[in-house]
């Protein structure tokens, strides 16, 4: 339940070779601490780098997050990504309606994000392949750190030397 399929360093370090090897044709990605740090309403540029790499690659793109409609809405639009708020991971209901607006099959399907006990644990409820990414930095509010601490002895050992998938 809490193991991911394929584990990165971060969202970066996943190519469209790798995501072809595996027949994946559609990224979910969550957006806090995957695609930026955490609230963060402007991405990197190594994100923006990443987005454009995917799409020129023909990966479909779209972004599922439990944060709300005024925190994603803004965020979405600037990488020009369809998207879907209010995700209630670990439900599949967020993957579930994302799936079905861009039309591929869950077994060409994955997503990315930097949680154990949301992303993880909500790709394998649904029956899709999870990419772990380490989160970009760490959290400061005392939930996320409590959270943080409980999925500690859960989290996947760091890929090294290249060595990720």
């Known amino acids: 339940m809490f193991k991911p ?7 970066t370090k996943i190519t469209p070779q790798f995501l072809k090897r595996k027949h994946i ?6 957006l806090d601490n995957t695609l930026t740090t955490h609230n963060n309403p402007v991405p990197p540029q190594s994100s923006l ?12 793109l779209m972004i599922v997050s439990n ?7 803004p965020f979405a639009k600037q990488l020009g990504l369809p998207f879907v708020p ?3 991971k670990p439900l599949p209901i ?3 309606k994302a799936r079905e607006i861009m039309g591929i099959p869950k077994r060409d399907i994955a997503a990315v994000g930097d949680q154990i006990f949301t992303d993880v644990m909500g790709c394998n409820l649904m029956g899709i392949r999870s990419i772990f990414v380490f989160p970009i930095e760490p959290e400061t509010s005392l939930p996320f750190r409590f959270k943080r601490a409980i999925e500690r002895p859960l989290l996947p050992k760091r890929p090294t030397n290249g060595e990720e998938g």
């Not at 399929?5 to 969202?11: E, G, Q």
Request: glycine share 10%; with cysteine.
């Open 25 to 30: 044709k559609g990224l979910l990605l969550d």
């Open 5 to 11: 399929t394929y584990v990165f360093n971060d969202v």
């Open 49 to 60: 780098d990443w987005l454009a790499e995917m799409k020129a690659a023909g990966i479909k």
């Open 94 to 96: 967020g993957y579930i």
């Open 86 to 88: 209010n995700g209630c």
């Open 67 to 73: 944060n709300k409609t005024e925190r994603v809405t």
